[in-house]
């Protein structure tokens, strides 16, 4: 059973960091893009950042110069460094990743169960 597990969400000031993290675990055979998405109240689910296994990274217009996705191939993790906050951040955060297991021939897309993040003074 592959499965993704976020941590690292919280209470944050306008302004302040936070570091998300999401590990993946389970029999791998291989991991291809990850991303971060996020779903506010009563919007839609929407791409935050995403990462190809290679390292090339693709942010959403919002969250420019503000977020970074980073990765850990080797310890099949991805990371979401959150600076400058905004109270418009506020989502749940969820994981996703598209993770090939040994007994299958394709890659099959994988979500985690997301973490909340609240910016607010």
């Known amino acids: 059973q592959v499965q993704l597990v976020e941590s690292g969400g919280g209470l944050v000031e306008p302004g302040g960091s936070l570091r998300l993290s999401c590990a993946a675990s389970?029999?791998?055979?291989?991991?291809?893009?990850m991303g971060w998405y996020r779903q506010a109240p009563g919007k839609q689910r929407e791409l935050v950042a995403v990462i190809s296994s290679g390292g090339s990274t693709n942010y959403a217009d919002s969250v420019k110069g503000r977020f970074t996705i980073s990765r850990n191939n080797a310890q099949n993790t991805v990371y979401l460094q959150m600076n400058s906050s905004k109270p418009e951040d506020t989502a749940v955060y969820y994981c996703?990743?598209?993770?090939?297991?040994?007994?299958?021939?394709?890659?099959?897309?994988?979500w985690g169960q997301g973490t909340l993040v609240t910016v607010s003074s």
């Open positions: 389970g029999t791998i055979f291989s991991i291809n893009a």
């Open positions: 996703n990743a598209a993770i090939r297991t040994p007994a299958v021939y394709r890659y099959r897309e994988v």
